[in-house]
């Protein structure tokens, strides 16, 4: 008898530290055998799950003959793009069939006023999902706690009938109401205790919320990290400056239940600030490390200066954080992975999302910074944030120690399995 073909398992992911957790657990389910990963990789995410030799499919696959006015409006849309973060074939289909679902959920006047407003993210492409989950035919599907395509995903799966699970990549504060829906992934994999308890004081029935850690940190604390980093500092002649770690993230103009004006340029003043500290003292050096979906930080690298440099998209993020003395932060899980690193850090606030990321009350950030108090924190003979000895200071009580953070891909697995056991018939 031939053996039985492997069941699939669909995992839907925006490239950044979406990929990142997820990535790690596709990889175990291929090797140990136990599924057939398939990724719907969005954005940035095509590179490295094809990179890891996993298999990718984007919306250009779920085009299909009908779909000539949502292309042509996707091409409209794309040309708007100020930062074209994917293959234009995949810009032009994720946002033409976003778009067309929208219209078809609202209206046309609606999507247009939604989308106006919020552009990309006002979608929740319900469609497109339900064609991919057509093409792969899942038996589970697994997604991270961002909102449109992912959130999507969960929610076609729910209305099939597929087991689907929920990965909370850090704190889960701005998605709380939605995590607690009864209705809302079969399994939520949280990053703690206190994650956990917060999704159950909001409702969420104890039995389906899963301490499991993020995978994305799990390589933190991998001696070959350490080591690159600190190749990477004495290869930039870097020995004995206090080195900065910018590690930027996107500002949105608008964001759909957040009040107040996002400024989009604000990533990029204070970038500047950083650097004009850093011009002014020989003794500060200065990596920057934009967003996967924000533009390259070619004019930083035009500067040519000695003690400022771009940390390219092929330096690993944890090696790039041992790299730094210092990670500075808005509101990225940057900022969490350096915490478990040992490294200080400073978040800068003045972000339209701030309240999502309480990292000085967590204990997560050592100090807080506005974009005017660059000047003074960081000027000739200003005291200096230090990282513990070798990177070896306990965590924040709101993060999981090292061995915790180690062991996080193995233990989404074993949730994973434990799912798709109770559903087979």
Same mark, same amino acid.
């Given at each position: 008898?031939?053996?039985?073909?492997?069941?699939?398992?669909?995992?839907?992911?925006?490239?950044?530290?979406?990929?990142?957790?997820?990535?790690?657990?596709?990889?175990?389910?291929?090797?140990?055998?136990?599924?057939?990963?398939?990724?719907?990789?969005?954005?940035?995410?095509?590179?490295?799950?094809?990179?890891?030799?996993?298999?990718?499919?984007?919306?250009? #696959?779920?085009?299909?003959?009908?779909?000539?006015?949502?292309?042509?409006?996707?091409?409209?849309?794309?040309?708007?793009?100020?930062?074209?973060?994917?293959?234009?074939?995949?810009?032009?289909?994720?946002?033409?069939?976003?778009?067309?679902?929208?219209?078809?959920?609202?209206?046309?006047?609606?999507?247009?006023?939604?989308?106006?407003?919020?552009?990309?993210?006002?979608?929740?492409?319900?469609?497109?999902?339900?064609?991919?989950?057509?093409?792969?035919?899942?038996?589970?599907?697994?997604?991270?706690?961002?909102?449109?395509?992912?959130?999507?995903?969960?929610?076609?799966?729910?209305?099939?009938?597929?087991?689907?699970?929920?990965?909370?990549?850090?704190?889960?504060?701005?998605?709380?109401?939605?995590?607690?829906?009864? #209705?809302?992934? #079969?399994?939520?994999?949280?990053?703690?205790?206190?994650?956990?308890?917060?999704?159950?004081?909001?409702?969420?029935?104890?039995?389906?919320?899963?301490?499991?850690?993020?995978?994305?940190?799990?390589?933190?604390?991998?001696?070959?990290?350490?080591?690159?980093?600190?190749?990477?500092?004495?290869?930039?002649?870097?020995?004995?400056?206090?080195?900065?770690?910018?590690?930027?993230?996107?500002?949105?103009?608008?964001?759909?239940?957040?009040?107040?004006?996002?400024?989009?340029?604000?990533?990029?003043?204070?970038?500047?600030?950083?650097?004009?500290?850093?011009?002014?003292?020989?003794?500060?050096?200065?990596?920057?490390?934009?967003?996967?979906?924000?533009?390259?930080?070619?004019?930083?690298?035009?500067?040519?200066?000695?003690?400022?440099?771009?940390?390219?998209?092929?330096?690993?993020?944890?090696?790039?954080?041992?790299?730094?003395?210092?990670?500075?932060?808005?509101?990225?899980?940057?900022?969490?992975?350096?915490?478990?690193?040992?490294?200080?850090?400073?978040?800068?606030?003045?972000?339209?999302? #701030?309240?999502?990321?309480?990292?000085?009350?967590?204990?997560?950030?050592?100090?807080?910074?506005?974009?005017?108090?660059?000047?003074?924190?960081?000027?000739?003979?200003?005291?200096?944030?230090?990282?513990?000895?070798?990177?070896?200071?306990?965590?924040?009580?709101?993060?999981?120690?090292?061995?915790?953070?180690?062991?996080?891909?193995?233990?989404?697995?074993?949730?994973?399995?434990?799912?798709?056991?109770?559903?087979?018939?």
């Amino acid at each position: 008898m031939s053996p039985q073909p492997l069941p699939t398992w669909l995992f839907v992911c925006y490239g950044g530290g979406h990929v990142q957790a997820l990535l790690p657990v596709a990889q175990q389910v291929r090797a140990q055998g136990i599924a057939r990963p398939v990724c719907l990789a969005l954005t940035t995410a095509a590179a490295p799950v094809r990179a890891a030799g996993l298999e990718a499919l984007g919306f250009a #696959d779920l085009v299909q003959p009908g779909d000539e006015a949502a292309l042509a409006r996707g091409r409209e849309l794309a040309a708007g793009l100020q930062v074209q973060a994917a293959a234009l074939e995949e810009s032009v289909a994720y946002l033409g069939l976003s778009y067309a679902d929208l219209a078809a959920r609202l209206g046309e006047a609606e999507a247009a006023a939604q989308y106006a407003r919020f552009g990309r993210q006002a979608f929740l492409p319900l469609g497109p999902l339900g064609r991919a989950v057509d093409r792969a035919r899942p038996s589970l599907v697994v997604a991270t706690n961002s909102p449109r395509a992912e959130q999507a995903a969960i929610e076609v799966a729910r209305s099939r009938g597929i087991p689907s699970a929920c990965l909370v990549d850090l704190l889960g504060i701005f998605e709380r109401e939605r995590l607690a829906r009864p #209705d809302f992934a #079969d399994a939520i994999l949280v990053l703690n205790e206190g994650v956990r308890a917060s999704l159950v004081a909001a409702g969420r029935d104890p039995t389906q919320v899963r301490v499991t850690g993020n995978p994305a940190f799990d390589s933190v604390h991998a001696p070959e990290m350490r080591e690159q980093g600190a190749r990477l500092r004495h290869e930039a002649g870097w020995d004995g400056l206090h080195v900065l770690l910018y590690a930027s993230s996107p500002e949105p103009a608008e964001s759909p239940g957040m009040a107040g004006q996002g400024d989009p340029a604000f990533p990029r003043r204070l970038e500047a600030a950083l650097v004009a500290a850093v011009q002014a003292d020989p003794q500060l050096a200065l990596w920057v490390r934009r967003h996967p979906s924000e533009g390259p930080a070619d004019a930083i690298a035009a500067l040519a200066h000695p003690r400022i440099r771009v940390a390219g998209r092929d330096m690993p993020l944890h090696a790039c954080i041992h790299a730094s003395d210092e990670v500075l932060v808005t509101v990225s899980t940057v900022g969490v992975e350096a915490s478990l690193a040992g490294k200080p850090v400073t978040q800068l606030r003045g972000s339209i999302l #701030d309240a999502l990321s309480p990292y000085l009350r967590l204990g997560i950030a050592r100090r807080e910074a506005r974009l005017e108090d660059i000047p003074a924190l960081y000027r000739p003979g200003a005291v200096r944030l230090r990282p513990a000895p070798d990177g070896l200071a306990d965590p924040p009580a709101a993060l999981p120690g090292p061995a915790a953070s180690q062991d996080a891909a193995a233990r989404v697995v074993a949730v994973l399995q434990s799912l798709a056991e109770r559903s087979r018939p």
